[in-house]
């Protein structure tokens, strides 16, 4: 029962890189069309995020959250149009 479920998985796992693939190499010719050219380090930027998320679904959310909580306590900047008297 264990190969049987071990290759399942690998097939599985294999199926969906081919799909990434593919939908990478469909978001290119659509970029090109449009008269984008994206460089290869942008494009293996975006699938090596995207195994990030895979792999730690959860930390996206996890840093949004303490990046919030850390942003409450930051004063918003002042307007460069303030008047210099309440500086």
Same mark, same amino acid.
């Given at each position: 029962?264990?190969?049987?479920?071990?290759?399942?998985?690998?097939?599985?796992?294999?199926?969906?890189?081919?799909?990434?693939?593919?939908?990478?190499?469909?978001?290119?010719?659509?970029?090109?069309?449009?008269?984008?050219?994206?460089?290869?380090?942008?494009?293996?930027?975006?699938?090596?995020?995207?195994?990030?998320?895979?792999?730690? &679904?959860?930390?996206?959310?996890?840093?949004?959250?303490?990046?919030?909580?850390?942003?409450?306590g930051?004063p918003? &900047?002042?307007?460069?149009?303030?008047?210099?008297?309440?500086?």
């Open positions: 029962m264990t190969s049987w479920s071990g290759a399942l998985s690998a097939a599985m796992a294999e199926a969906e890189r081919e799909n990434i693939r593919e939908s990478t190499l469909e978001g290119l010719e659509t970029a090109a069309r449009k008269g984008k050219n994206p460089s290869v380090a942008s494009v293996y930027r975006a699938l090596a995020e995207y195994e990030k998320r895979q792999r730690y &679904p959860g930390a996206v959310e996890e840093a949004h959250a303490d990046f919030a909580a850390l942003a409450d930051v918003e &900047p002042r307007s460069a149009n303030a008047d210099p008297a309440t500086r």
